[in-house]
């Protein structure tokens, strides 16, 4: 997108967020549910379609766009990006990525319009952080394959019109070697969901176990065509998708700041507003200070990705640092408002909750970290 256009997509984004998006975060919340005419508006954006290349009928943007719109639509409750979330992220850029041609031209158009939701199944019962461990198993059997599991945790499994999925095609190999990628339509014969998990926030965003239970695809779905490539496939996803939650964290950033230095201005305690206590003032700091190190540490990404420089270290440390940082923020909102910070009608407590899972989904902290130590003992290790 030229600068001009691209400025005008942003502040219809930015509209859009006061105008509709925010005044709906109480009856989302309360209803457990996104309004389907909101996710109509959003189709009609485009929103659907912002990552998926021009060729293929998205918006074809950068990861720097990406991120800046992400942002933008994130200063409203980080549910309504949910909707978007894995059709724009890790449901759709494995297709992107590692494709055939065939495979973009069936479903990338459909994700571009909001016609086709996909999402993303790599977590198991037993397989999170260790997702190299996965056992759903694709048996071969001819030209197809035979897929039996559980897939845990899924997002917008209910909404989704395909998956894609991760099982192990190679049950003899350990680990990640054994691991293809398929795309799975959600209408297959032998696929179930579970009733969707009740969470400690984002009320509105949906995720259910997936179960197949000897689900036939053919050999052809598997994404590029090649078996055991599944697991890169996934971690290049991630890798993208770090950047995307950072994002995620950085629009929440800006609006619990934006909510924190109204409320210090205008909460008024010992005859003043409570802004011109210093201690106050140092959480206000804190605050924007951890902001724009996100910030800084995203625009540097994004460009570096987008330069086709290989940043798998730095998705790890953007999502690291951002998911904390909004998580430090947060905090301190509700610090900031006091009493009314524990109660729901001012919202940061419901904030305080839906921020509090940037730093588990797609790879804690912790996994982060040994993702950064790992690569530096390598980088060490190489000379
Ligand atoms: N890009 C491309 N390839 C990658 C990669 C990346 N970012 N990370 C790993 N790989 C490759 C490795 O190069 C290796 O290939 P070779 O055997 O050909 O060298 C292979 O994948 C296995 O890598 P590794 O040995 O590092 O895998 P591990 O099983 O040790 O696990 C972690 C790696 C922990 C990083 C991975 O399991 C992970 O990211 N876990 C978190 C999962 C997650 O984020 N879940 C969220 C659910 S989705 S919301």
Not at 50 to 78: F, H, K, N, Q, W
């Amino acid at each position: 997108m030229d600068t001009e256009t691209f400025s005008l997509f942003l502040s219809t984004v930015r509209r859009f967020v006061d105008e509709k998006l925010i005044p709906a975060e109480d009856a989302v919340e309360e209803a457990d549910a996104v309004p389907a005419e909101i996710i109509d508006q959003m189709k009609e954006m485009g929103l659907f379609g912002i990552s998926v290349p021009e060729a293929y009928d998205g918006l074809g943007c950068t990861m720097s766009e990406e991120a800046a719109i992400i942002r933008e639509l994130t200063r409203a409750s980080v549910v309504f990006r949910s909707v978007i979330g894995t059709t724009v992220g890790i449901g759709s850029q494995g297709i992107v990525m590692d494709g055939t041609e065939e495979q973009k031209r069936e479903w990338l158009p459909k994700f571009a319009t909001g016609e086709a939701i996909a999402s993303f199944g790599l977590t198991e019962p037993e397989a999170g952080s260790d997702a190299g461990s996965l056992r759903t198993a694709a048996v071969r059997d001819g030209e197809t394959y035979r897929i039996s599991g559980t897939k845990r945790y899924i997002t917008n499994a209910p909404r989704a019109n395909v998956f894609t999925l991760m099982a192990r095609t190679e049950p003899d190999v350990k680990g990640a070697a054994g691991i293809s990628a398929f795309i799975l339509p959600a209408d297959t014969p032998g696929i179930s969901l579970g009733k969707p998990d009740k969470k400690m926030g984002q009320k509105g965003a949906v995720t259910t176990d997936v179960i197949l239970d000897d689900v036939v695809l053919p050999a052809s779905a598997i994404i590029g065509g090649v078996p055991g490539r599944g697991f890169k496939t996934a971690m290049k996803v991630l890798d993208r998708g770090r950047i995307h939650i950072a994002a995620v964290s950085l629009g929440m950033c800006d609006r619990l700041i934006e909510m924190s230095l109204r409320y210090a201005l205008e909460r008024k305690q010992f005859g003043q507003r409570i802004g011109n206590f210093q201690l106050v003032q140092a959480m206000l700091a804190d605050m924007k200070v951890d902001m724009l190190t996100t910030e800084a540490l995203m625009k540097s990404v994004a460009a570096k990705f987008d330069a086709g420089e290989p940043v798998s270290l730095e998705c790890s440390a953007l999502k690291y640092h951002a998911s904390e940082a909004v998580g430090r923020i947060a905090d301190r909102a509700v610090q900031i408002y006091g009493g009314a910070g524990y109660m729901a009608e001012y919202k940061v407590e419901r904030f305080y909750r839906d921020v509090r899972l940037l730093r588990i989904y797609e790879g804690t902290s912790q996994i982060q970290q040994t993702i950064i130590a790992k690569q530096m003992i390598r980088q060490a290790e190489a000379g």
